[in-house]
């Protein structure tokens, strides 16, 4: 028997499905956090044009979640349409041990550990800030851009309001403008005008709008003294706000930072970053015992299993989590616990396996 050839077979086998696996649950994630943000940009609270950037960076974070899940179904869809083609007892046949079957889905295994470790560590939480940073910015340069084509946009906190009916591509100049103003002194007042056009100012950063041939109406709403005053130029300048980014999200806070960290909460996150590239090795570990199937059982009969046995792992890491960050656990206990279980069980399907235990 050829080991490295059916090695690379198996290895094959195995990498295609964590590949199909990964991909199909890569694409139900992101329809849903990409729904979350496409409502952002209904509201007209984030630009559009930033929906594929958030959408990608949001990607290297599910990532890390998806790894450990899609390997374990990876290995035992694949070992599923082995045994059912009776491919595993020809291999025994011919000399392999249930210990030379780990090999090739261990290699994979590694490779991903040391994949979701970078994730888990370094490009997930970076990738978590950068989005973080583009959605705040986004909403800070918003208050720059009063004029969207047929959409109310609410500016300095509901003190005022600005439509048009209409922009040309560029966004330079646009038709029949209403503005709704309320300055901090003074009394509110409402302005209507024909078209406009609007420049940024190179020295300076401001947007200005300026408004053509239209009307201003000042005066308090519910009495009859307005002051009516019709002008042909209105020009009206938008700083841009002040912005300092600023993020409190320990899930997006950097490794070095947590390292440093006694915060039990801190703690609990450095654990749970910990846990994921664990995880990957521990699971396909346990995928191999797990998917024996018996003579006449399902091709995919222990997927469910499988799915349970991912569920409670991934509910006992963030239980642990839970209770590191309360303190009810030394953050040198950690999460360990929760993997010694995992190992124990694994270790026990193992051996049962090679009929050590009976």
């Known amino acids: 028997m050829n080991r490295r050839l059916l090695d690379r077979y198996l290895l094959r086998e195995t990498a295609a499905a964590w590949l199909a696996v990964t991909v199909v649950l890569l694409a139900i994630m992101l329809s849903t956090r990409f729904a979350s943000v496409l409502n952002f940009a209904a509201k007209g609270e984030i630009p559009r044009d930033l929906l594929f950037d958030v959408a990608m960076l949001s990607t290297l974070r599910y ?44 290699s994979l295994a590694v490779l991903l550990m040391l994949l979701t470790a970078a994730l888990a560590f370094q490009i997930g939480p970076w990738a978590g800030r950068q989005a973080d940073y583009l959605v705040k910015d986004a909403k800070r340069m918003l208050q720059l851009m009063p004029l969207e084509a047929g959409q109310f946009r609410s500016l300095a906190g509901g003190r005022a309001v600005f439509y048009t009916a209409a922009m040309d591509p560029g966004g330079e100049r646009f038709g029949q403008v209403f503005a709704h103003l309320e300055p901090e ?31 201003r109406y000042v005066g308090t709403p519910g009495s009859a003294d307005y002051d009516v005053v019709k002008f042909r130029e209105l020009t009206l300048r938008l700083s841009p706000p002040p912005f300092i980014y600023f993020n409190d999200q320990r899930v997006l806070a950097p490794t070095q930072a947590l390292l440093g960290s006694r915060d039990p909460r801190d703690q609990a996150e450095l654990q749970a970053r910990l846990a994921a590239p664990l995880s990957v090795l521990l699971l396909a570990l346990l995928a191999v015992p797990l998917s024996h199937l018996k003579p006449r059982e399902g091709r995919y009969g222990k997927l469910v299993l499988g799915i349970l046995a991912y569920l409670v792992y991934a509910n006992l890491i963030s239980l642990g989590q839970s209770w590191i960050g309360k303190g009810l656990i030394p953050a040198g206990v950690g999460l360990w616990w929760v993997h010694g279980v995992v190992l ?15």
């Open 63 to 106: 990532l890390v979640i998806l790894i450990p899940a899609s390997l374990l179904l990876a290995i035992m869809i694949a070992l599923g349409r082995l045994y059912s083609d009776n491919e595993i007892t020809a291999m025994s046949a011919c000399g392999m041990s249930p210990r030379q079957l780990y090999r090739p889905f261990l």
């Open 185 to 215: 002194r003074g009394q509110p007042s409402v302005v209507v005008a024909d078209h406009g056009r609007q420049r940024i100012d190179p020295s300076s950063g401001d947007r200005v709008v300026v408004l053509e041939d239209g009307y």
């Open 344 to 358: 124990s069980a694994t270790l026990w399907l193992m051996a049962r396996r090679q009929s050590f235990v009976r």
